[in-house]
């Protein structure tokens, strides 16, 4: 069986699969005539969520036209893997009873690169049709500088790190390396065309993710006014057509899995075999994805969009719900615990998330931090209750034993995560005065500070997860090395007074002896994170 728009014209061959049920080639030339959705960042989120929510409205007729998807990041996702299956893709739910869902979803009307096609890509940023351009390219792809403010080193076409890079296309305006630099040009291009106004819609799973591209796009163009290159009219474009909408998304989609590799070929599916690209991403013509999934999007959408609130999962509101939402499911409901189970997982060997949901001890850390700590400052959006979004994620989405979600995964940009997942929650019981009563959320922070040693609870040492702040982190535990267990207050100041890691001063609001004290429990030797989590989490 190929997975290609001629071997999938033999439904019979593909019992058990749902496919498409609208002319492909039909959307796919209204795609290129008409377009009205471009996508950047064409990864496993993509096509497990926003593609399969395209194809169910193109199934029942509400959409016409499909999703452009776009790639500025590397070439390979695209000449890869939807090239030579047609942009035709296998998404595999995998449910919490062991049973899977198998769709072959074709709602990709067009698949481009800007390396090879960025003229056709200006050709579609041009049409009076396009409504929408979203972005999955991780909360990394829109920063122009670094925790100090310093311009971002990046990546050349010879892989040598050159920060002349981004400042080239911020003083030259005409060489547009990153992705924000070749948006921005690319808008102002639609101006300049049919000036239509635009939407510029981040779906990454990160705070505040419009206001994270409406400022790289207007700094950059505040660059290009300043050097001469775009005018007053042209910032203006920007500032009052352009539209910059916030969302929330959530969809557990790891990487794709062998087994389901290995049921897909037991199928008799050809030339499936993830990849991993020369940029570190694991990548199929399959992705395996949870059920549940949710896609708050503030409606803020000046040519109109497409009616996506009528696919599963999917809701337009306004900035300040979406915004709710997201710090409901960052804050207390979700992101929270998975940052507890990565830390503690990694320390005790797991390699799952679902096995860590049978460990008794961290079962109960993150749920008594959950209910106890958590749930009293929860942020209530109104369109999801909180109640029922925890419940979930610790019945039925954490512990689905099929699938195939890491600690080590979820370990990657801990010190990026922190400032929201954590820092938000100490803020408010700092503002209810009652921070030093908290028990749980400082277990996690020591024990992030016990995981930055990479020594396991074995005494082993292990790799920690990818991290831009992680040498810095080590750093400022100084001497402390694994068995030491009269580390004082002082040694961990330097940390623990960073607002950028933890998004507040934990010395200032009184939580330095809780933290300490539970550092010198878990550092006191083999086993001793296992007793510490006994002690306070049995």
Known sequence: MKLTLEGIKNRDDWKGFKLPEFDIAKMCETTKETPVWIHFGSGNIFRAFLCSAAQELLDTGVMKSGITAAESHGTEIITECFKPHDNLCVAVTLNGDGSTTKEVVGSVGEALTTAYDFKRIEEIFCTDSLQMVSFTITEKGYALRDASGNIFPMVDADKKTDPKVIMNDMAA?????????????????????????????????????????????????????????????????????????????DKITPRPDKKVEEMLIADGIDEIKPFVTPNGTYIAAFVNAERPQYLVVEDDFPNGRPELNKARGIIFTDRDTVNKAERMKVCTCLNPLHTALAVYGCLLGYTSISAEMKDKELVNLITKMSSTEGMPVVVNPGILDPEKFLEECLTERFPNPFMPDTPQRIATDTSQKLPIRYGENFKAHIEKGDADKLVYMPLVIAGWLRYLLAVDDNGEAFEPSSDPLLSDAQAMLGAIKFGKTDVTESDLSKILSNEVIFGTNLVKAGLAPIITKYFNELNAGKGAIRETLKKYCD
């Open 173 to 249: 305006g005409k060489q547009n390396h990153h992705l924000m630099s070749m948006i921005t040009a690319l808008t102002l291009k639609r101006k300049s065309s049919c000036g239509k106004p635009i939407a510029l819609v981040s779906m990454d799973n990160c705070s505040h993710n419009g206001e994270k591209i409406e400022n790289a796009v207007k700094e950059i163009a505040g660059a290009w006014e300043a050097a001469g290159f775009i005018s007053k009219e042209d910032v203006e474009y920007l500032n009052s057509k352009v539209s910059y909408p916030w969302s929330m998304i």
